[in-house]
Each structure stands twice: as C-alpha cells, then as structure tokens.
C-alpha cells in the first residue's frame, strides 16, 4: 500500500514496515527480553511477584522436564488449559523452549470441546489447573493425550501461603470438583528439574508456534496456523505502534484478559513482555468487586479489555474510586467498541480508548487507532506497518473508496492456514490475501470502519441491516446496559430485526426503545422484535454470542 492515504495519520515516530526477522523465534525473543529486564518484576499474581529472572529459571526447569522425563519431541503439541495466573507464562514459555507446539484450550471449554480440540491438533500432552480437571477425566481415554500435569492455583506462592490458597479453593470455596487422574504429574514436580541438562532446540521463524482455535461460530472450531515469525511480526507491529508513547520497564499493565485469548496472547504476554511490563494477572475479570480491588492496589498505566469489560467497569460503583491519573493506553479489541462506552470511558478516566481489530488468523492485530488524540471513536484506524488492506465485492474485487465490501488483509501476521484443513485454509486465502469475513469500508483519510460481520447481516426485504449499527444506537439509550441485535424469519420482509436488552434502569419499556430508534434509524433497521433479558450470553472474553441468541429466538 505505498499510496495509503492513512499512513499521514500515523503518530510520530511510527514506520510503515517492520522487521518480523529481528528475532530468529519466540525462544530468542524470550531470551533476549529476560537478559534485558532479569531483575525487573515480570508477573504479579494474587500478591505474589516474579521477576523475568525467575521466569527464566521457571521455565528452563519446565522445558527440561519436557526434554528429559517425557517422550515428547520437537514439534509435538501440548495443550495449556488455565486461566490468568503465574503458572501459564511459565508453562507457555518453557513448552516454546522445549520446541514444541501450543494448543492454547479455554478453561471454559465442555467435555465435548475439550475433546475435539485434544483430537484435531493431536496433542500429546496437557497442563491443567486441577479446577477444570474432572472435565478432562470423562474424555481422557478417548483421546491421544499421554501426559497429564496438573497444577493448583497456589501452586506458585510460597509454602503457607500456597498451602493455605489450595486448601481454600479446594474445600472452602470448593471450586475443584473431584476427579480422578491416575497418570498425572505435578506441575511443582515438574518445575524441580535440573536445567543444566536442557538443550535449547533449533527453531526457525517458519516453525508452527500456536495452533491457536477459533471461536467455531462457523462450523466445528479450527486450528490457525500461528508460525513464530507471525507472533513476532504481530508483536514488531504492536511494538512499533504504541510501545513508542511508553517508557521501558516503566509500566503497570493490568491484564484481566486471559492470555490463552489470541489479542492478550500477543499484546500482553509478548508485546509488553518485550516493553518490561509489569503484568497485574487477573484470574476472574467477571468479579469486577475484585477486580477493581487488585487495580486499586497499583499504581495501573495500561489497561486492555474488550467493549463488555470497560461497560461493567464504568457501571460499578466502586470504579470511580479509582486513581486514574497514570492511566495513559487503554486498548480495546476483540469485539468493537461502542460509541456511548468509548465516550464514556473518556469522560472517567481522561483516557481515551484506542480501538483495534484483528482475528485469531492474523496473530491478530490488523489495524489500530492512532495514539496521541488522533483516535476516532467507531473506527478501527489505520493499517499497521506491513499490512495491506483491501476491501472487496463478492467476486474478490476491489470496490470503490467508501464502498461497503468484504475487508481482505495481507502481512507477515497472517497465518500459515487451518492445521490439517486445506479445504477450509482454501476458502479464506487467495494469493497470500486473508478473507476476514467482515463487512467494511475505508475513509477517505484511510481509517476504516467495520460495518459487520457478514455472515450476521439482516436481509430486510432486500436492504443490508448490519446488528452493530442497530446495537450502537441503542446502546446510547441511558437506560440500557447491553443489547445484542439478530435477525430473525419474517413472512413479509425475509428476515426482521430483534433486539435483546438488559435494562440499566428497570423503568425502561419497550415503546421507549422504539420511540428512541425512530430518530435514530430508518423504518427497515428498526427493531420489529424487543425482548428484555436479565443477562446476554458471552464468549470467555465477554463477547456477546448472538449465534446462541439466533439458535434460541
């Protein structure tokens, strides 16, 4: 794209391409970022601080464990079921250390899931935390698994502290079902290896790093290809684009996304890694009473989540307690972020959200919002360095500067394809050109803006209607705390609009919903259909579902 009319928006300092070769893997990006920062404070967990020192010994002693006391060799997989907390970097960095590959599988994941993700990436061995344990044991026997580790949450703190934490857990808080594991290992027994017999392996940037699966909101779920050269050059991109407007081993990142989640994989685990962060790891975003409590303990200066997260926080009474006067980079991906939420959160914190957009299949940054006052509320900015974008009509097309059109993307980020699914990697790649699925046009300044998913567009007698719209509008009603929009059968229109909305204010009707729209929306984009719910269905990162919505209506 050397005639990107975007790139005169960049912030200063930022470039128009990246290196993806600076480092020769992620095992030398992990090395190199240790020797840099080995006395710095890496993680914080529950209280408990690890230095990227520690991290180093931690994770050698895992991988040499995997070198030496299993069968498992270069290449093989190996699931890490576990939410936010110190055991997943070390597990996560030991298993790249060790050569292998890995399957990143929600802790939120049933039987079912678990096991088909176990089976399609043919993975040999799992770190668990014991909470999810007992789903692992109805599927284990049909699965390839040969390894079992299991972890406790306290497994990390020091001794009474980690005594008292899994006792706790296991029999007070009874959060650890029983079950029964005949083979397994423990991970503290993993961790007492003897690092002098490790033996770093050759890995090359071309190498598969992730088999990291998609929601399945299409079809069975898939493994994307993630090769170490496409989370390099996704973290190079992220790196060049906001780590400039901060200071080295200067920050304090909250981080109440889970790392097994593509977006906070990439940004938090390694982008900020390389920055020398500080990562403040949050086990359960849900519980925002906690959740604000552990960011009231630090003087917090980034801070990334998705649209639902940043909505419950500015509607908790405690979060305006918070001392924001640090906070200078809120990021937001993952789903889009609404305009009354955006505009709101500034109005809070005097920090604006910089929106960005990507997909598991592209590492996943795409695009982002510029930093320095240059973001624009509803868009997802500007092309990264080393990314071209397209944006297409259903014959693969390019469609005239303002159009809508499918957005096709292009960069070292994109990955390798579907593990073990050509006919699936075929749909969606064309000449190096990834099909994100997603509907979007480009401003004459170069920002774009996402317009919807395809696949969940509204035919109303013969119009587009696209949810976000429908949804962004709704959302600004001050009485309204969530709201999903699908479409559903209709005899006279093909399909019509229904909305679901949970209520801010109890008070709030349904002719004032439709009164409401009527300013804001033309008569075919309006909802036909209004059901109020006390909840909405979310992904394990707080996306509304409206696939389960569509299934239920």
Same mark, same amino acid.
């Given at each position: 794209m ?5 790139? =005169?928006?960049?912030? @200063?300092g930022?470039?128009?391409t ?7 893997s992620? *095992? ?7 020797y840099?920062?080995?006395?710095q ?10 230095t ?8 050698k002693?895992?991988a ?11 290449? $093989? ?9 110190? =055991?997943?970097?070390?597990a996560? /960095?030991?298993?790249l250390?060790?050569?292998? &590959? ?10 079912? @899931?678990?096991?088909?993700q176990i089976?399609?990436?043919?993975a ?10 007992h ?14 580790? *299991?972890?406790e &949450?306290g497994?990390?703190?020091?001794f009474?502290?980690r005594?008292?934490?899994n006792?706790?857990?296991k029999? *007070?808080?009874?959060?650890v079902?029983?079950?029964?594991i005949t083979?397994e290992?423990?991970f503290r ?5 003897d690092?002098?017999d ?7 940037n ?12 299409? %079809?069975?779920s898939?493994?994307?290809m993630?090769?170490?050269?496409? &989370?390099?050059a ?16 200067q920050?304090t ?5 889970p ?13 900020? /890694? ?5 990562n403040v790891?949050?086990t ?9 409590? !552990? ?9 990334? %989540? ?16 918070l001392?924001f ?6 990021l ?8 009354a939420?955006?505009?709101?959160w ?11 957009y990507?997909?598991?299949e592209?590492?996943? %940054?795409l ?5 320095q006052?240059k973001e ?8 990264l ?7 297409r009509?259903?014959?693969?097309? !390019? ?6 059109? !499918? ?6 980020? *994109? ?9 699936e ?8 050109w990834?099909k ?6 480009? =401003?004459p $300044?170069?920002?774009?803006k996402?317009?919807d998913r ?6 109303v ?7 976000? @719209? ?9 009485k309204?705390? @969530?709201?999903?929009?699908i479409?559903?059968?209709?005899d ?17 009707t349904?002719?004032?919903?439709? !009164? ?15 059901e /109020? ?20 209506a």
């Amino acid at each position: 794209m050397k005639d990107y009319i975007g790139y =005169q928006h960049y912030s @200063e300092g930022v470039p128009r391409t990246i290196n993806p070769d600076e480092y020769d893997s992620l *095992v030398d990006l992990i090395e190199q970022s240790i020797y840099k920062f080995r006395n710095q404070v890496a993680y914080i967990h529950m209280g408990v601080e690890v230095t990227f020192g520690e991290i180093d010994r931690l994770s050698k002693q895992f991988a040499t464990y995997l070198q030496t006391k299993t069968d498992l060799k270069q290449g $093989d997989r190996i699931a890490i079921q576990m939410p936010n907390c110190m =055991q997943y970097p070390v597990a996560l /960095f030991g298993a790249l250390r060790a050569g292998l &590959i890995v399957v990143n599988v929600n802790p939120l994941y049933t039987p079912r @899931e678990l096991e088909h993700q176990i089976n399609d990436s043919g993975a040999k061995a799992i770190v668990i935390l014991a909470n999810f344990a007992h789903n692992l044991e109805k599927v284990l026997d049909s699965t390839p698994l040969e390894y079992v580790i *299991v972890t406790e &949450i306290g497994d990390m703190m020091p001794f009474l502290r980690r005594t008292i934490t899994n006792l706790v857990v296991k029999y *007070v808080k009874k959060l650890v079902p029983p079950y029964n594991i005949t083979k397994e290992i423990s991970f503290r027994q993993a961790l007492g290896a003897d690092s002098k017999d490790y033996k770093r392996p050759t890995v090359k940037n071309n190498d598969i790093a992730f088999l990291q699966y998609t929601g399945g909101t299409t %079809g069975v779920s898939k493994g994307a290809m993630l090769s170490h050269s496409n &989370i390099i050059a996704n973290m190079q991109q992220i790196k060049a684009w906001i780590l400039g407007a901060l200071s080295e081993a200067q920050e304090t990142t909250i981080t109440a996304l889970p790392m097994y989640h593509i977006f906070s994989l990439t940004v938090n685990c390694f982008a900020f /890694f390389v920055g020398g962060h500080r990562n403040v790891l949050i086990t359960n975003p849900r519980d925002l009473k906690a959740l604000i409590a !552990e960011m009231k303990q630090y003087n917090f200066t980034v801070l990334t %989540g998705v649209n639902t997260l940043f909505a419950g926080l500015l509607n908790h009474p405690d979060f305006t307690t918070l001392d924001f006067s640090r906070l200078h980079l809120t990021l937001g991906g993952g789903m889009a972020v609404q305009t009354a939420v955006a505009q709101r959160w500034k109005q809070v914190t005097s920090s604006p959200i910089t929106e960005a957009y990507g997909l598991t299949e592209t590492s996943p %940054g795409l695009t982002s919002n510029p930093l320095q006052g240059k973001e624009q509320d509803g868009t997802i900015g500007l092309a990264l360095p080393s990314t071209e974008i397209s944006i297409r009509d259903d014959d693969g097309k !390019e469609v005239p500067q303002g159009e809508r059109g !499918e957005l096709w993307a292009k960069g070292p980020q *994109v990955m390798l394809g579907y593990w073990q699914k050509p006919e699936e990697t075929a749909k969606v790649m064309e000449e190096g050109w990834f099909k994100t699925g997603d509907i979007a046009i480009m =401003q004459p $300044d170069g920002f774009f803006k996402i317009v919807d998913r395809k696949k969940d567009m509204i035919l109303v007698s013969g119009f587009n209607v696209y949810p976000n @719209e429908v949804e962004d509008v709704i959302a600004l009603h001050p009485k309204v705390l @969530e709201v999903a929009a699908i479409g559903v059968p209709d005899d006279k229109s093909t399909e019509a609009v229904k909305v679901f909305i949970v209520k801010k204010d109890e008070t709030l009707t349904e002719n004032e919903i439709r !009164e409401f729209c009527k300013d804001q929306l033309t008569n075919y984009k309006q909802p036909k259909h209004i059901e /109020f719910r006390t909840d909405l269905p979310k992904s394990n990162v707080g996306k509304i579902l409206r696939r389960m919505l569509k299934d239920n209506a």
